[in-house]
Structures are given as C-alpha cells and as structure tokens.
C-alpha cells in the first residue's frame, strides 16, 4: 500500500527517525561534494543531487571493517567476533545503490553466512529516493535497478512536487513509518498515477546511455571474447582498483590484523581484483598475473550468465560511477560495448 | 564517521581526497568530484593512503640510545639533550647537517633548513632524492631559466602531441598516465622515448627504443628533424630562440629515420603539445644533458610557454617541489635562490636575525657520508638514494644521529636520538605538488603516544638555537615561508581563498629560454667488444620501501612477495639474451663491468630489446659491484 507525506512534514518524519536511530543521508560536503554522512538535523538532507561518487555500501561493508577482537591472555589467545549493531536509516539513497546493498546482501547471507555484515544489514533501513531524472551516466535502466524501484527498498520516496509519494517494501519500512500518526495519509489515486508518469518520463530521459549486457554475456559467457581484446583493453587500465572500491556490487575484501599492545582487531578491508597481489599466492605463484587476466576475471564476474544464474542479475547496477572513477577508460559500458563488437578504440 | 579534505601524500600529482574517519580512527578514503586534479579518480595509492597510517609501525615517544640501547625519554630531556651534542660537535669544528624530505610538509622542511643554515650555521642540507632529480631540474633550469614546469596536469589532456621520456609513467604517476591516456582516445599523437616497451609505450603512435642511458639519441634525431622542417619550410613552423646555429652544428649530423621525421612532424605542427620528463639514468652529467636537450626540444618548438603546451618534470615524491621550493638543497635558499644571491641572502638574514653562512654545503650522498652530526626529518636516505645499502654503512658511522619520523624505518633504528612526529594525516602543513600548487594537510586523526606535529618539533629545536620565533600555528609558519621564499607572498591569503585545490604559485619573471648546443649523443661508445650488454638501473625511486607503502598492507604485497621471492635481487633480459647464453636451466648469470662483477638470478622480460639488462630500482644493492656510481654501465653477461 502506498503512502503519502507533505514535503514539509518530512522534517517531523527525519526528527522521529533521528530519535530511533543513526540516520545517514547525502550531505553537501565542505569541498562541495555530495557524500554520504551522519546527519544530526533534518535540513542537512540533500534532495536535489546527483548521487554521491562514493558509495553507501560502506554502511554495510566499511572500506576497514574490525570483525574479530583477538586477545593474548596468558598461554592462550581469547577471540571474539566484532559487531556493529547500530540502528542506522540509510535516507535519499538512490534507486541503483539500495538494489545494490541487495545484490551484497545475498551474496553475504550465502552459506556459510557473514554475520558480521547481516547484523549491519538488518539493522539498516533503506530509505531510497527514486530518479525522477536519471543521472547524466547512469544506465540503470539497462541493469532493472532504477530509475525506480520494484523491490529492494524498505521505503520507496518519489517526489510529486509538493508531497512525496511513500511505498513500504519492507517490516523495517512499516517501522520507519510508524510512531508519527497524521505524517502519513493513504496516497489518493492521483497521486499514484503522478508516480506512474513519473517513472515512465524518467525512462525516456535515457538517451545514450546503454550498456549492451545481454550480447556481450552471450560472448563471455562461451569464452569468445578473444585474448588479444583483453590484452588491449587491459593496456587502458591503470590498475587503480577505484572501480572495485565504488561499485555498489563488489565486495571482495582481504584482511589483515591491526596490532594493538597484547591484542589484534582483525579488519576486514576492500580490495580490488584489479590489483596483482589480490590472487598471489602464498607460493608465489600468481594465477592472474597479468592485467588482462584480472580484467576478464572481474568482466566474467559481473556480466558472465553464470553469474547471472547464480545472482539473478549481472554484477552492475547502472549507476555510472565507474565511468567517472576510472583513470584509464576501462568502464563497464566501454568495456561491454568493446566485447560486444569485437574491438577496442577503433 | 566525518570527511576531513586532505591532499594525498604519494607522488607529485596532489590529488584531494578525503580522509574518513570513525570514533577518531582512520577508516577510508573517498574521491573528490570537485578537486581540480583528482576530479574524482585516485590511483591505486590514493585509495589505501589511509592504511599507512592505520597500520604503520608507529613511534609513539621520543627515544635516546643510551648504552646502546634506545630509551624513552621526556620530550624536553631529548630535545636538550640534542641540541647539547650538536652544538658539542659544532664546538669542536666537526661538520653536522640536516635532511629534509619530500615527504614532509613545507613549513617542516622550510623549518628544518632555518635549523640547518640559521641554527647550526651550515649549508649542509639537503634532502635525499635531490641526488636523483637534481641533474633533471639543473637541465631544465640550463635552457629554461627555471627549474618549474610550464604546463599543468590538466592540459596534458588537451595536447594533440605529447612527447614522453618514460619511467613507466603508468606507476610512477598515474593521474598523469591517465591525462596522456584522456588525449590519446582523443586522437593525440603519443611519442614515447624509452629502453622498454611499456604501457604508455604500447599506447603510443610511435615509441622510439633507445638503449639506457642514450635517450639523447632519440632527442638528437627529434631535434634535427624538426631543424630539418624549418629549413624547408620557415614559414609555417615555428623555430625560435637565440644559438640554434650551434645546435644545427650539434645535431646535423644525425642520422634522421621516417619515425623521427613523422615525430618531428606532429611536435612542430601541434598547437598544443606536452614535454613529459621522468629522471633519465646515464653516466657523469648525462641526464642533465638529457633534461636540457629535451627542455631545448620544446623551446624550439614554441611549446615551452604557449597556452595549453609546456613541460612537466615527473618527480616520484609528493613534496619534491616544496623541498626545493623551502630551500632544503645546499646551494638554494627558500625561494630557490641561489646561495651566493646577495639580495635574498640578507632578506633572510633580515627575517631570521641571523648571519648565513657562506660556505657551499654538501649533497646528500656526500653528506650522509663526511658529517659528524646529522638530523633527518622524515626519511629513509638508504631507501631513496642510489648508493642504497652504502648509505646505511655510511650512517652508521655517524656520531650523533638523530631522526624525527612517524614511522620506524631503518634509519630510525640505528638513529642516537629518535623524535616521533605526526604523519600525513594528523597534521597541518602544506604541500606543493609538480605543477606548483600548494595544498594543504588537515588534521583527520590524532598523533599516537606522545608524537608531536614535526613544524613543532623543529621549531622547538630552532629556538634551542637562538633561531625561534613564536609560531601558535602551521600558518604562522607559512606567513613566514611568504616572506622568506617570494613566489610564496601573499600565499596564506591566497589558500584561504582558493579553497579546494589551493592556490597555484605564479610562474617566476625569470623563465626565459637559452638554446644550448646538446652535445654529442651520450652513450653510444657505452657498450663494446669486452662488455658488449647495457645493465640499467630501472626507474629512480623505489616505493616499496616508502613507508606509506610498506607499511599499507594492500599496496605491500606485490612489492613484499617480490623480495620474499628474491632475496637476492635479480636482473631483467629478454628471451633471445637468455636462450644465446645456454644457462642450461641455471637461472643466474654474472655480469661484469669495469666496476665489478656479480652473480645475479635472471627474470625473462617480453619488453626489453637484446643486450639491454634491467635491474629494478628497489634491487640495485644487489648489483652495486656492478654499476658503480653509474645508473647504466657496459656489461658481460655469462653463465655464473
């Protein structure tokens, strides 16, 4: 069923959440940046932004995670895990970032599961705020994440100018509504069919931004993208890993102890497989060793329809920001586009 | 969890990011969309800068040796207790000096020079990978006037030629790669100059092979070229500057092939072109020569100072130009200028209530070998200079050594007195990156223990030589950097205006171009019947060893497993120099020069050309026999 909120009631709507919980929101940074922060009052909330470059997946998967307490006690060693049991409201998230928390989400809850990370992911509530105007580089529309959400949030905002329209994905999302009486009023029909429109006017904006997944799946699927294409493509990458670090589905991770005087907090970090040393081995021996492994590697992972059996969509949500981050000009459009036809730059 | 804007501290570049933080911990780094280098994109270092200071081996009190061993002591007891052994040696006539690094900020290093020439009354002050770029700058300073780029990051993206002296530009900067990167899928014309065919090499239009150490073969034949078209065609070319005649002399004779003419074509024609120069390697003053001749390429040309064209020297470090800048080089003063420059002399003298001394001061390898007393701020001279473990021998010999550092380093550990000091992020202080811009560090975290912010600490040491002023803070300092090195004037003014991305300094009124001749090209008479390879030291500055890598445990891996894997270093060959010298499965060979002789293990490499070794920066300790003082030197290779 679907809601619907006054836009100037959405300030007592934030102050009762503020009180529940953590509430993390897209904030104008000091430099002018958007980034996703910690608000401590409701009018810090950007509603007019293009989606910050950094991603909200470090809500559930901090770049430096402490997931297991080790401590020297006498002859033995005492181990405990580590768990962030904050109640955090993820607000304004952008349709594509909430469907990416999911796909992390499955992935995370797969045996055996991360119980450090679900306990992050069921104390968030996502809150998102659906495209009216989809960002100048983003496809989503090419990955079903956006510009608005079927699933995946636990509440769906869409602006209708002067009320914003409120649907409840979620338990969580029926709490987050709760505990305000008279904020909320059943949406009239008009309002859900603004919201129709809406979406329908959001799709049209697309122009060119397309990411032709489903033909270059079929190649890399059946390994007939040929190893010279890799080899070029690989030479437009500067191995920065920055694709891995802002893309709302990667969560690779490494870990590493961090010593402190007789007791160590093992920390989960992000890492990129773009990296050489993220498949060295112990041995020395280095199963990609060679960029163009690595980057067909990480291409066979998000587009391959093994993968998709596996996640029931590919490893990309459309948000774009690969294209922004990328140093060389290895992003997922130009690189499936490349697979697709055959050809690197020509 | 906050966002403290910061600048990344790895290589020259400057990018902005920020730093974020949880319950005052380090947690992370996110890109900046709006910083005017960075634009949102970090390479590999940027995005785990934070780890460093996360993980890194951290001192936390000030330490002294005391009967051998390093103790913890009070920051007063060190501080006096330092300055009473300097001014000791000082008394009895011995020389002492002090280095300061590219890894520390500009009010450490300007303080640490004030230390150096106002406190201890010496010019013995220097800063270790001075000795790598400073024949680079004293090129470019001989044909420009100045030792100052003339371009920036950003135009390189815009060029429609862009000539690349490379040392693997793809690692050492890769924000700058990804400019050349930007303008090459724009159809720029790339031309590379290098002994391996590397990433930018394989992205170039033409990628001219040299042997190391002769780069100024390929500069030559460019510069004949392009000397070749203005005489046909004097009209529509642009050939400028005072003495080319001389340089006609130079260069005519050589030999000119289809891929220089098509070079020299696409330089002369540009209407924006970029000169990118990484520290070349070569024997005596060879790459000077290099620098100047490349530096002479561009002038000729008209790309020296016309809007959108220019040249960028590629330092590896990230304050390599504020160290220079703050006059930590014997014979510069704050402002780069000249020792015996009478005016900026007495404007210090003014500034600092003290008379200078007018004694030339030693480089850093000759001062990490000949002083009695040394003070290093914030560095590992054996990791970055090219004598390597020589260094370390010698500074062991040192009397009185003391570093102030925020991580344990080698240098630490055999140090008399030990200082811990703030790193990167728990600072404040400003940096000025290649172009010249000058950011600053904000202070995201707090310094463990009891480490203080390193412009304090040398402050304190200044006062200890009547040399203080009352600085409440890093500002302050910069206020008086203003008045010391002119370019700076006004320059808190302006970085308190100018946001993010600071402030750029403005160019100097003395950049002017003098055509030099080039000389005969350098190496070619290097290789011969006894010693008919070329082993070449690879690259100038090795990061592996750089605390901000070693001790981030995602940018420590490939370079730990690679010393884990070679203990005893090894030298790069291609397949076909291997295959001739029928090692029958043996993997090492020995390698002899006019220097020495050792025995090596081998690595095959696909991108180096037959008689041309390559051993890496970060190993060249293990072939010190071999190369001498030189970065390239004529070998025989046989089976061990």
């Not at chain 2, 344990?408 to 290649?434: K, Y």
């Not at chain 2, 690879?538 to 203990?567: C, I």
Request: glycine content about 8%; aromatic content about 6%.
């Amino acid at each position: 069923m679907a809601f619907a909120i006054e836009r100037q009631a959405i300030t007592k709507w934030l102050q009762k959440l503020l009180e529940s919980g953590e509430v993390i929101a897209p904030v104008r940074g000091p430099c002018g940046d958007i980034l996703f922060s910690t608000i401590h009052s409701p009018e810090k909330v950007e509603w007019n932004f293009q989606n910050p470059l950094h991603p909200p997946k470090q809500f559930v998967l901090p770049q430096t995670d402490p997931i297991v307490k080790i401590k020297r006690n006498g002859e033995r060693h005492e181990v405990a895990p580590t768990y962030d049991d904050t109640r955090r409201f993820l607000f304004n998230v952008r349709s594509c970032d909430a469907k990416g928390i999911a796909f992390l989400t499955r992935m995370y809850e797969m045996e055996p599961a991360d119980a450090s990370y679900l306990r992050r992911a069921n104390n968030l509530t996502i809150i998102s705020l659906a495209c009216n105007i989809p960002c100048p580089l983003g496809f989503c529309v090419c990955t079903d994440s956006g510009p608005f959400l079927r699933d995946s949030y636990d509440v769906q905002l869409t602006d209708l100018g002067e009320s914003y329209l409120v649907e409840v994905g979620s338990e969580k999302g029926e709490t987050a509504l709760s505990g305000v009486p008279n904020l909320f009023h059943p949406a009239t029909e008009d309002e859900v069919s603004q919201r129709k429109r809406l979406e329908i006017e959001a799709k049209n904006h697309f122009e060119q931004e397309t990411c032709h997944f489903a033909s270059a799946m079929r190649r890399i699927s059946t390994g007939r993208v040929q190893d010279a294409l890799w080899e070029k493509m690989s030479d437009s990458c500067l191995e920065c890993g920055g694709c891995n670090m802002v893309c709302p589905t990667c969560y690779c991770f490494s870990v590493k102890d961090l010593g402190r005087v007789g007791a160590w907090v093992r920390c989960r970090m992000w890492d990129s497989c773009q990296y050489a040393a993220f498949t060295l081995e112990a041995s020395g021996h280095n199963p990609r060793a060679h960029r163009k492994e690595r980057m067909k590697r990480r291409f066979f992972h998000k587009v391959s329809a093994q993968y998709y059996q596996r996640d029931g969509m590919v490893g990309c949500v459309g948000c774009g920001r690969c294209i922004k981050v990328c140093l060389g000009a290895t992003n997922m459009p130009a690189v499936v586009g490349a697979i697709r036809k055959g050809k690197w730059n020509e | 969890m906050s966002a403290v804007p910061s600048t990344c501290p790895f290589c020259s570049c400057g990018c902005g990011f920020y730093l974020l933080t949880n319950n005052g911990q380090l947690v992370g780094v996110a890109p900046s969309e709006t910083h005017p280098v960075s634009s949102g994109r970090l390479c590999a270092r940027g995005w785990s800068a934070h780890e460093a200071a996360l993980w890194g081996d951290r001192l936390r009190q000030p330490l002294l040796r005391q009967n051998g061993k390093p103790e913890s002591v009070s920051w007063d007891e060190a501080l006096d207790h330092i300055a009473g052994r300097l001014k000791a040696l000082i008394d009895a006539g011995k020389p002492v000096g002090v280095l300061g690094s590219p890894r520390a900020t500009n009010e450490e290093n300007y303080l640490a020079g004030k230390l150096a020439r106002a406190g201890l009354q010496t010019n013995n002050v220097d800063f270790s990978y001075h000795s790598i770029c400073g024949p680079l700058f004293a090129g470019l300073e001989e044909v420009c006037g100045e030792h100052t780029p003339t371009t920036s990051l950003n135009d390189i993206a815009s060029s429609q030629t862009i000539l690349l002296i490379e040392g693997n530009l793809a690692e050492t900067h890769p924000r700058a790669a990804s400019s050349v990167m930007k303008a090459v899928e724009k159809g720029a014309h790339l031309v590379t100059i290098g002994y391996r065919i590397t990433q930018m090499a394989r992205l170039s239009s033409l990628h001219l092979q040299t042997t190391p150490g002769n780069e100024r073969e390929a500069i030559n034949g460019l510069l004949a070229a392009i000397l070749d078209l203005r005489r046909q065609d004097r009209t529509s070319v642009a050939v400028r500057g005072e003495g080319y005649e001389a340089l006609w002399r130079d260069v005519k004779s050589v030999k000119r092939t289809e891929e220089l003419r098509q070079a020299a074509e696409w330089i002369a024609r540009a209407e924006r072109a970029t000169f990118l120069l990484a520290c070349t390697g070569g024997q005596g003053d060879q790459p000077q020569k290099d620098a100047a001749a490349f530096a002479t390429l561009a002038a000729i040309t008209g790309h020296l100072d016309r809007p959108g064209s220019g040249l960028l020297p590629l330092l590896a470090r990230s304050n390599v130009r504020g160290a220079c800048d703050m006059g930590v080089i014997p014979e510069r003063l704050p402002g780069y200028d000249p020792l015996d420059d009478e005016r900026a002399r007495q404007r210090l003298q003014d500034l600092w209530g003290k008379k200078l001394p007018s004694d030339h001061g030693w480089g850093a390898e000759n001062l990490l070998q000949s002083v009695s007393g040394l003070i290093v701020v914030a560095d590992d001279p054996p990791s970055v200079v090219r004598m390597g473990r020589r260094a370390m021998a010698a500074m062991g010999r040192i009397e009185f050594l003391v570093v102030l550092d925020a991580f344990v380093t080698p240098t630490v550990r055999i140090a008399h007195a030990v200082l811990p000091i703030a790193n990167f992020a728990e600072t404040e202080g400003t940096l000025t990156n290649m172009e010249g811009r000058v950011q600053r560090l904000r202070t995201a975290t707090n310094p463990p223990g009891e480490a203080r912010i390193g412009w304090q600490v040398l402050a304190e040491l200044c006062a200890r030589f009547d040399v203080g002023n009352s600085y409440t803070s890093a500002t302050d300092v910069l206020c008086e950097i203003a008045q010391a090195a002119p370019r700076y004037a006004g320059i808190e003014q302006r970085l308190s205006e100018g946001g993010w991305g600071g402030a750029l300094l403005k160019d100097s009124d003395n950049a002017k171009f003098v055509v030099h001749p080039t000389g005969a090209t350098g190496a070619a008479a290097l290789a011969f019947a006894g010693r008919p390879h070329v082993l070449a030291c690879d690259g100038a500055f090795d990061w592996g060893r750089d605390p901000l890598v070693l001790f981030s445990p995602t940018l420590s891996r490939d370079y730990q497993s690679e010393r884990k894997f070679f203990p005893n270093g090894f030298v790069e060959m291609c397949e076909r120099d291997v295959d001739a010298l029928n090692l029958g499965g043996q993997r090492h060979v020995r390698l002899t020069s006019v220097h020495g002789d050792a025995v090596v293990p081998i690595r095959v490499r696909t991108d180096l050309k037959p008689g041309v070794l390559s051993v890496p920066y970060a190993f060249r300790d293990h072939v010190a026999s071999v190369l001498g003082s030189d970065s390239v030197t004529a070998v025989n290779v046989e089976p061990p």
